[in-house]
């Protein structure tokens, strides 16, 4: 075959804009990269200098090397193979094409394309089956627990009305912040059972809001000496339902003050516009950090990575902001903190003002 064929193929056959290709041989028992083309190489934070007339453990992490080994050897032996990867965020399927003379494999085509969206919409669609679940639970139980959790506050207020011994009304103060704690999560259940239900879209100053929180949560910060920064200086006005962000704000920060501790460190907040489609909030803290463990799991239902946590806050935040159309993104490492990013659609956004300071 002659470089001209190959090259007129190489361009009916590179999937250009959605992935790459790539080929190599096996040479001293290693398989070397002889070409490599295509977009999604970009995409992943490679370019063909990287990767052409290297080997696999010169450009990937040591346990990619290993599952890579595997299908490169079955390519090698004769075999088409089909395989799923990700590198640099971006999910791909790969298929290797041995190219064989006279019985014997003289290099290998593999061509891979991008399937992060897929990927992605397979994973929220597995969160839906999940959330179903959870939500049929979750409205057989607050139903279970409300209707008795009422009448014991109502004779608790009745019992504290009435009791003549004073050094019974700290307990019965106790009992009654207790059944509110156990109220709130039975909210908390109701919400993700039916999501829907009394949402109240209006036009909202959300500069102001994410302000208001910060307002709410300072005295909390202040008594552990955490200061909340925040470069909120721009207006910007979109529909929302105040009292659902408002809970996602403030949970959010609750978190990131628990997480620094009495470490006297700051958090920072910051508002902005995001490719002239969207506005972002990044809440960044300097705390423990999460391990890429728990990182993983952190939306699952009645997961928490708290001693008395209940494993729903962070999964009706995002709840809240999926019903706004938003996305919400965790980063963080142990021992250098956190980064929380939610992007919320720019289409529901007036044009922004500044804020008069």
């Given at each position: 075959?002659?470089?001209?064929?190959?090259?007129?193929?190489?361009?009916?056959?590179?999937?250009?804009?959605?992935?790459?290709?790539?080929?190599?041989?096996?040479?001293?028992?290693?398989?070397?990269?002889?070409?490599?083309?295509?977009?999604?190489?970009?995409?992943?934070?490679?370019?063909?200098?990287?990767?052409?007339?290297?080997?696999?453990?010169?450009?990937?992490?040591?346990?990619?090397?290993?599952?890579?080994?595997?299908?490169?050897?079955?390519?090698?032996?004769?075999?088409?193979?089909?395989?799923?990867?990700?590198?640099?965020?971006?999910?791909?399927?790969?298929?290797?094409?041995?190219?064989?003379?006279?019985?014997?494999?003289?290099?290998?085509?593999?061509?891979?394309?991008?399937?992060?969206?897929?990927?992605?919409?397979?994973?929220?669609?597995?969160?839906?089956?999940?959330?179903?679940?959870?939500?049929?639970?979750?409205?057989?139980?607050?139903?279970?627990?409300?209707?008795?959790?009422?009448?014991?506050?109502?004779?608790?207020?009745?019992?504290?009305?009435?009791?003549?011994?004073?050094?019974?009304?700290?307990y019965l103060?106790?009992?009654?912040d207790e059944?509110?704690?156990?109220?709130?999560?039975?909210?908390?259940?109701?919400?993700?059972?039916?999501?829907?239900?009394?949402?109240?879209?209006?036009?909202?100053?959300?500069?102001?809001?994410?302000?208001?929180?910060i307002t709410?949560?300072?005295?909390?910060?202040?008594?552990?000496?955490?200061?909340?920064?925040?470069?909120?200086?721009?207006?910007?006005?979109?529909?929302?339902?105040?009292?659902?962000?408002?809970?996602?704000?403030?949970?959010?920060?609750?978190?990131?003050?628990?997480?620094?501790?009495?470490?006297?460190?700051?958090?920072?907040?910051?508002?902005?516009?995001?490719?002239?489609?969207?506005?972002?909030?990044?809440?960044?803290?300097?705390?423990?950090?999460?391990?890429?463990?728990?990182?993983?799991?952190?939306?699952?239902?009645?997961?928490?990575?708290?001693?008395?946590?209940?494993?729903?806050?962070?999964?009706?935040?995002?709840?809240?902001?999926?019903?706004?159309?938003?996305?919400?993104?965790?980063?963080?490492?142990?021992?250098?903190?956190?980064?929380?990013?939610?992007?919320?659609?720019?289409?529901?956004?007036?044009?922004?003002?500044?804020?008069?300071?």
């Open positions: 075959m002659n470089d001209q064929r190959t090259a007129v193929d190489y361009e009916q056959f590179i999937p250009r804009e959605t992935g790459f290709i790539f080929k190599f041989i096996k040479k001293d028992n290693q398989f070397i990269h002889t070409f490599i083309e295509g977009k999604l190489i970009e995409k992943v934070g490679l370019c063909p200098d990287t990767v052409t007339g290297k080997s696999l453990c010169e450009f990937l992490p040591p346990d990619q090397v290993l599952r890579k080994e595997f299908f490169y050897e079955k390519a090698w032996n004769g075999e088409q193979v089909n395989y799923e990867g990700s590198f640099g965020g971006v999910h791909y399927l790969a298929i290797l094409n041995p190219v064989i003379q006279e019985n014997h494999t003289i290099e290998v085509i593999g061509t891979a394309i991008d399937i992060t969206n897929e990927k992605n919409r397979e994973k929220q669609a597995q969160q839906m089956e999940k959330l179903a679940v959870v939500g049929e639970l979750a409205a057989g139980i607050a139903h279970e627990i409300r209707n008795p959790l009422t009448s014991m506050k109502g004779f608790a207020k009745i019992v504290k009305e009435s009791v003549t011994e004073q050094k019974l009304v700290p103060d106790i009992m009654l059944m509110e704690r156990i109220n709130q999560i039975v909210n908390e259940f109701m919400f993700i059972a039916k999501p829907h239900e009394n949402v109240n879209f209006q036009y909202a100053n959300f500069s102001k809001l994410i302000k208001d929180c709410f949560m300072e005295p909390q910060a202040n008594l552990k000496s955490i200061k909340i920064e925040s470069n909120v200086h721009i207006e910007y006005i979109l529909t929302c339902d105040q009292n659902q962000m408002k809970q996602v704000f403030i949970n959010l920060l609750q978190n990131a003050i628990e997480a620094t501790g009495n470490n006297g460190h700051f958090i920072f907040v910051r508002l902005e516009e995001v490719s002239g489609e969207s506005v972002m909030v990044t809440i960044i803290d300097k705390g423990c950090g999460i391990p890429e463990s728990r990182l993983n799991r952190l939306f699952e239902p009645f997961y928490s990575t708290k001693e008395k946590g209940t494993g729903l806050g962070l999964l009706t935040c995002k709840r809240i902001i999926d019903l706004h159309q938003g996305s919400i993104d965790i980063e963080s490492q142990p021992g250098e903190g956190t980064t929380i990013r939610i992007v919320l659609p720019r289409h529901n956004i007036v044009e922004p003002l500044l804020i008069a300071e």
